[in-house]
């Protein structure tokens, strides 16, 4: 996974869990300052809540809100400024596993967040910034056919054109003749001038989607995906190729319905590919799996690859797994990949390896303490 995907995981993970978070008073605070927000005027209005609150009737919920409004500006001063995405920030004691616990969270938003909100209740309002990772995913589209090409992006059911070419290519020319050798000759240099001209433009237009789409009527688009000048970052994000009943936006509008499945699939695809990876490497010796052995192995640096399962029980050091992995993996010098059981591989690997495990960069054997597993107990 990209550094900038495990901190987007570890961000939705944080937020779920303050979103199922749950107080025994009316003293948790929600924070949140969009970017242009000014941290003095935020603070102004803590000391006027402080104001409000003091008057509050009951001894014991009048001190905890207080304590809590209290917390919310200690975490607001550490601040200079508004981070570019706005500010959000979690304040107040949940109950956890039966016992009181303290939260004091500041967080920047995953992208840009437009609302002011400040609450102080039971519970944490996390719904505007949780929507944000529902629409995380943006795909390219291309869309080619012999009068036009259509570039655009899709993020969630948000549609955005990016460009429109323009082509007049010449028909089949009926005629026999020398005329007619160098008329195909002329169409097709045409055709290949067109194909390289929209392959310049996509290497121009996209940098980072999460992937592409080719559309369109006749042959443009696989003659698009065997281009040597499309570069080769988008080529490897190709998903589908799509055969489209017409160009332009029309076409555009046919290729997101028909590819509506493989978008939804695009995660769970590069999941598939690292466990792939991982089974590859298993017929080799060099893997490693389960906790213990896991953990023993990252620590040696011996983990080129780790993998994790997304809800994976167990603790270190007082925290869970997946916690400690997100704080620690770095100083390993492994490179971290957060899996689901969604696929038939993410079910195996949950269910036969423990739901962690690592590719190595030397093999480890039994006597090493690397630890078998039955063959009956993976397939």
């Known amino acids: 996974m990209q550094e900038d995907e495990i901190k987007s995981y570890a961000l939705k993970k944080q937020l779920l869990y303050l979103r199922d978070s749950r107080g025994n008073g009316t003293s948790m605070i929600t924070l949140i300052l969009p970017p242009r927000d000014q941290i003095p005027k935020a603070l102004k209005m803590l000391v006027d809540e402080y104001g409000t609150a003091s008057n509050i009737k009951s001894r014991v919920n009048r001190l905890s809100v207080l304590s809590a409004i209290t917390s919310a500006q200690h975490k607001l001063r550490t601040f200079k400024s508004v981070p570019p995405n706005g500010l959000a920030i979690f304040v107040g004691t949940v109950m956890d596993n039966n016992k009181e616990k303290k939260i004091s969270v500041a967080m920047e938003p995953l992208k840009p967040i437009n609302t002011s909100v400040y609450m102080c209740d039971s519970r944490f309002h996390t719904e505007s910034l949780v929507e944000q990772f529902k629409e995380n995913e943006t795909f390219g589209f291309i869309v080619m056919d012999g009068n036009e090409t259509v570039f655009a992006t899709l993020n969630s059911n948000v549609k955005k054109i990016l460009h429109t070419l323009s082509v007049s290519l010449p028909k089949k020319h009926g005629r026999g003749g020398q005329s007619s050798v160098r008329f195909a000759r002329l169409r097709i240099e045409k055709r290949n001038h067109y194909v390289k001209k929209v392959a310049e433009i996509a290497n121009s237009l996209f940098t980072s989607e999460e992937g592409y789409i080719l559309a369109g009527t006749a042959d443009f688009k696989n003659q698009l995906f065997e281009s040597a000048i499309l570069l080769k970052n988008i080529k490897d994000r190709v998903i589908r190729v799509v055969d489209t009943n017409y160009g332009g936006e029309n076409g555009l ?7 509506q499945d493989s978008l939804t699939m695009c995660r769970y695809l590069k999941e598939r590919k690292v466990l792939q990876e991982f089974f590859k490497n298993l017929e080799n010796d060099m893997v490693v799996y389960g906790q213990k052995n896991t953990l023993r192995l990252l620590d040696e640096q011996a983990v080129t690859k780790l993998i994790v ?31 689901s059981d969604k696929s038939t591989e993410g079910e195996q690997f949950k269910e036969g390896f423990g739901g962690i495990g690592g590719i190595l960069k030397y093999k480890c054997y039994e006597d090493d303490g690397y630890e078998s597993v039955e063959s009956d107990e993976i397939f």
């Not at 509008?253 to 590819?259: D, M």
Request: charged share 25%; net charge negative.
């Open 309 to 339: 399962y997304e809800n994976i029980e167990g603790t270190v050091d007082d925290q869970l797994v997946i916690d400690w992995l997100l704080e620690n993996y770095k100083q390993y010098n492994a490179e971290l990949s957060i899996v």
């Open 253 to 259: 509008n046919q290729a997101i319905e028909l590819a």
